[in-house]
């Protein structure tokens, strides 16, 4: 019978002894999770601190503080490594590590990662389309911005970055729907001038292609979206192309107010001059050519045309 009663004794030792070295080794490994993460090394201090969490439940009520303290710092070791995938621009990989970031944030009751973690991911979304953009990826860029809006509808410089990336890629109606979309999300003001920009280097290739009506119309629909000089100028040299010479005087008249001190004003003063004589109109066309009698180039025959008209 002692035998038996010291055979028990011993079981009990060893387990009682077995059970405060698995607590050693626990306490080890989250001592070394604690270690990498001081050298900067995420990805070790988080394979370290999961080890521990499991380590540290075996462990039953003894290991209840270190599991404790790996609940809590195991959220935030996840998020560190997305950031740190950010700061390399690694983005197609960030992402997934932040939605993994909330889903350990919110099984381990730490609302605060979580909603620091979700909120990230359409700014990555939106830096990465930036990235993009600016190495002229447009379809790339597309896709990210597309993404930044899927998770965040309400972000107006994602819409507005997204009709660049659409009007880059020459896609017109696509970048209109989304300087629209910028503009419904309170950026007006940015989104009406890129739409203006938009069709007046869409006038300047038709005037290069020798279409010159769609060139007055894209001219006229930049000067629509906001004011633009070049749009005019565009228009009124189309205008004349085509013979229109009243729409031609007024694009170009329009294009010398918005641009008073532009290099060429004397040879539109001229052209405005030459047109409005055309036209009938010599009051006009003296007031113009008297405006350059001065100049060197277009002074000679401005002279002989104020002569001609008996200008007063």
Do not use: W
């Not at 379809?139 to 107006?156: L, M, R, S």
């Not at 894209?218 to 009243?246: D, F, H, I, R």
């Amino acid at each position: 019978m002692k035998k038996f009663f010291l055979s028990l004794a011993a079981v009990a030792l060893a387990a009682g002894s077995m059970a405060a070295q698995d607590m050693a080794q626990a306490t080890e490994t989250y001592n070394n999770g604690a270690m990498s993460l001081q050298m900067g090394d995420n990805t070790s201090a988080l394979a370290y601190f999961e080890q521990a969490l499991t380590m540290g439940e075996a462990c039953g009520e003894e290991g209840t503080e270190l599991v404790n303290n790996c609940k809590d710092i195991i959220p935030q070791v996840t998020l560190a490594i997305a950031k740190d995938l950010i700061q390399a621009e690694k983005y197609d990989e960030a992402v997934p590590q932040l939605q993994k970031a909330a889903e350990v944030a919110e099984t381990y009751a730490k609302p605060e990662v979580a909603d620091e973690a979700t909120g990230l991911i359409p700014q990555v979304y939106m830096q990465q389309g930036n990235t993009l953009l600016n190495a002229k990826d447009y379809e790339g860029a597309i896709a990210a911005y597309q993404k930044t809006v899927a998770v965040d509808p309400d972000n107006g410089n994602a819409y507005l970055r997204l009709g660049m990336a659409y009007g880059a890629s020459g896609k017109i109606a696509d970048a209109e729907k989304a300087y629209a979309s910028a503009i419904q999300h309170g950026m007006e003001s940015q989104a009406s001038k890129q739409l203006s920009n938009l069709y007046v280097k869409l006038s300047a290739s038709y005037l290069k292609l020798k279409k010159y009506q769609e060139a007055i119309d894209a001219a006229l629909k930049s000067n629509e979206y906001n004011e633009n000089a070049t749009a005019m100028k565009v228009a009124g040299t189309a205008a004349s192309q085509l013979k229109n010479n009243a729409d031609a005087v007024k694009y170009l008249e329009a294009y010398l107010a918005l641009s008073p001190n532009a290099k060429d004003a004397n040879q539109m003063y001229y052209t405005i001059a030459a047109l409005s004589q055309m036209l009938g109109d010599n009051a006009k066309a003296c007031g113009y050519y008297q405006k350059i009698t001065g100049d060197p180039k277009f002074g000679p025959t401005a002279k002989q045309q104020i002569a001609a008209l008996k200008c007063n």
